[in-house]
T-cell receptor, first 113, second 112 residues
């Protein structure tokens, strides 16, 4: 299996622009998680899905952030409009829901100028 | 939700020396415990996990961890480190609701 796939790996954009991050979970995994990692706040869970349905989005920082999972093999995290404080590494992870072992993608490093 | 404290933010260590990374969590009835490693510019990779049973857990790359319920700790150890163990290590805890709570991380730097 190719593991969790994220794209792009790096994104540089200007304040106010829309940013879309993409994730393909491991086939057969029915839980998908989006995390944000910063020096100041560490790893934060933003939202997670089960069987394509958002279960808990309490970690989404503002209405500027939205996430979708239209099917079992694809999810997006969108920031509109982006701000410099959104600069971080965004990770996607998936698992089968058994014992919570999560498999992480390589991350997307977002820089908002 | 659980809270996780990693007591050391930076641990410098010489090659072939032992290392211990400390992790404490807030108490709960039952928990699942994990250690993840993050190499530079990569995602997190599972080192080991404790779900139940023996309190001494062995993981990949020669790491092991011991679950201590009375002290609510899950410390990670390796008897002899290599340069390639230079990375950031995260302790994570779940009380069974599919959400992981991560510690702030410990950066291990192995020097020759």
């Amino acid at each position: 299996d190719a593991g969790v796939i994220q794209s792009p790996r790096h994104e540089v954009t200007e304040m106010g622009q829309e940013v879309t991050l993409r994730c393909k979970p491991i086939s057969g995994h029915d839980y998908l998680f989006w995390y944000r990692q910063t020096m100041m706040r560490g790893l934060e869970l933003l939202i997670y899905f089960n069987n394509n349905v958002p279960i808990d989005d309490s970690g989404m920082p503002e209405d500027r952030f939205s996430a979708k999972m239209p099917n079992a093999s694809f999810s997006t995290l969108k920031i509109q409009p982006s701000e410099p404080r959104d600069s971080a590494v965004y990770f996607c992870a998936s698992n089968t829901g058994v014992y919570n072992e999560q498999f992480f993608g390589p991350g997307t490093r977002l820089t908002v100028l | 939700a659980q809270s996780v404290t990693q007591l050391d933010s930076q641990v410098p260590v010489f090659e072939e020396a032992p290392v211990e990374l400390r992790c404490n969590y807030s108490s709960s009835v039952s928990v699942y415990l994990f250690w993840y490693v993050q190499y530079p510019n990569q995602g997190l990779q599972l080192l080991l996990k404790y779900l139940s049973g023996s309190t001494l857990v062995k993981g990949i790359n020669g790491f092991e961890a011991e679950f201590n319920k009375s002290q609510t700790s899950f410390h990670l150890r390796k008897p002899s480190v290599h340069i390639s163990d230079t990375a950031e290590y995260f302790c994570a805890v779940s009380d069974g609701d599919y959400k992981l709570s991560f510690g702030a991380g410990t950066t291990v730097t192995v020097r020759a």
